[in-house]
């Protein structure tokens, strides 16, 4: 007797013509697939397209070559249009190329003024921190940058840090002890003490050139559109191919983009490459306004912990966590490799109903006293566009440091964000644009314990009208 089939070898219950042929065309099945390959590219590359647009922007804005370096001699406004700069700092930034050979970043002690930051690779991953978090412990030094595959031997006197990639840059901030003009102009003298060149003119280096960008603009955003791609290209062509990136490089071959090839794509091609950049961009904005609250049910939110967690590697054993990395680099550039140690911050795009923040309505914030920072602490508003600095706007943010603003009898903090300053509160006020969604950064200099012990709790941004 034939035995019968049990529920696991039951045939299955669609029909012959769900096996028919599909209703679209094969043009149409090689749009989807040049569209969702688009999308997926566009996800993987964000850290390197990022890259290349501020590069450009040194190049092109600052009139700056390789080992130039870059600074700011006041914070910086709107006119750095890099993302989430911090309007209370004093920037430092350059670039730095390996190809012809290891690169040296000689950075003085931080004498009279605080120096710190990062040093990252092409794909952004923090390859170590400079300043009292980095090797020098703030007591000055030099880096030696070594260039992928680097087999000679290693000069004495260095602290060596040997990359993946050929490009890399470095974002560092030089805190003055006080406003005063006094400690501003030694935060100052301090940076032009920085230097990078070639190892190979290690015995006479070339003299360093330092470009004030106060007043200038440094146009740095990425443009969402089929020139994203163009950006991509540009950077999979100069770095080498990492393992983990095979199955990334046989999919661009679907959009054109092949190392060592020629990326000219067509009319349509590049419509549907426009398409599938306003798709990611647009979930890059949806996701800076999720994650879960640093504090039980707040809307201030670490972005996400895989990056911390990893070293802004985004990689663990298992996984290569591609969504979180392009979020991060939408939002943010020059993540430290250690998270917490010299400054941390959260984000907050949404009010205390959890509704979006717009530019046209009037909101405020509480920053109650004893800010757990032993520096100082600043309040920015962002585009939730670009997650750069609003255009065109006087004022970014508010900080500690700031003696106009009004603070409270117990020495707590009220902050108004709006297209106009309530009556008696200029001083306390930060402009935003109607029309324009935001989001704000609070960050922390010298964060301290009861922020991490969550014991100090900084309130939702409050819609006002």
């Known amino acids: 007797m034939k035995a019968q089939k049990d529920a696991s070898s039951a045939e299955p219950t669609f029909s012959a013509g769900d096996l028919a042929e599909p209703t679209f065309s094969a043009g149409d099945l090689a749009e989807r697939t040049l569209h969702r390959r688009a999308v997926e590219a566009a996800i993987w590359g964000m850290p390197m397209v990022s890259v290349d647009a501020m590069r450009q922007a040194f190049f092109r804005d600052a009139g700056a070559k390789y080992n130039d370096i870059v600074f700011w001699s006041r914070p910086s406004d709107w006119k ?157 062509h100069e770095e080498p191919v990492q393992t983990r990136d095979l199955v990334a490089m046989g999919q661009l071959r679907s959009i ?28 890059f904005m949806l996701r800076v306004r999720g994650g879960e609250g640093w504090w039980r049910g707040s809307q201030w939110k670490l972005p996400e912990d895989k990056g911390p967690k990893s070293g802004f590697t985004f990689m663990t054993e298992s996984n290569l966590f591609l969504d979180e990395r392009g979020m991060i680099y939408f939002l943010a550039f020059a993540a430290p490799k250690k998270l917490g140690a010299a400054t941390f911050y959260l984000t907050g795009a949404s009010d205390s109903k ?71 509160q200029e001083a306390n006020w930060i402009p935003t644009a109607p029309g324009t969604p935001w989001f704000a950064m609070f960050r922390f200099y010298g964060p301290e314990k009861p922020l991490f012990e969550k014991t100090w709790v900084l309130p939702d941004i409050e819609k006002v009208n």
């Open 80 to 236: 750095m249009q890099f993302t989430t700069p911090n309007a209370s700092t004093y920037y430092v930034y350059f670039n730095f190329n390996l190809k012809d050979g290891p690169v040296v970043l000689d950075v003085p002690a931080a004498e009279g003024a605080g120096l710190f930051g990062s040093i990252v690779d092409a794909w952004q991953v923090p390859v170590t921190d400079v300043g009292p978090a980095g090797d020098d412990g703030g007591k000055g030094g030099k880096y030696l940058m070594l260039p992928p595959g680097f087999k000679g031997e290693l000069p004495a006197g260095y602290f060596p840090l040997r990359y993946d990639t050929f490009n890399g840059y470095g974002l560092l901030r030089a805190i003055p002890v006080s406003m005063s003009d006094a400690d501003i102009a030694k935060a100052i003298a301090l940076v032009k003490k920085l230097r990078l060149y070639p190892l190979s003119k290690a015995a006479d280096p070339p003299e360093q050139r330092h470009i004030d960008m106060v007043g200038k603009l440094l146009d740095g955003v990425v443009a969402f559109d089929e020139s994203f791609y163009a950006g991509l290209a540009r950077m999979v």
């Open 256 to 283: 054109g983009l092949e190392k060592g090839g020629e990326f000219a794509p067509d009319g349509a091609t590049k419509a549907l490459l426009a398409a599938a950049a306003r798709e990611v961009h647009a979930a």
């Open 354 to 424: 959890g509704e979006a923040l717009q530019g046209e309505f009037d909101y405020r914030l509480h920053v109650p006293a004893d800010v757990p920072a032993k520096q100082y602490w600043a309040a920015t508003v962002y585009s939730l566009d670009t997650a750069c600095l609003i255009r065109d706007l006087p004022r970014p943010g508010l900080d500690s440091y700031d003696q106009k603003m009004r603070r409270n009898a117990d020495g707590s903090v009220d902050i108004y964000f709006g297209p106009e300053a309530p009556a008696g």
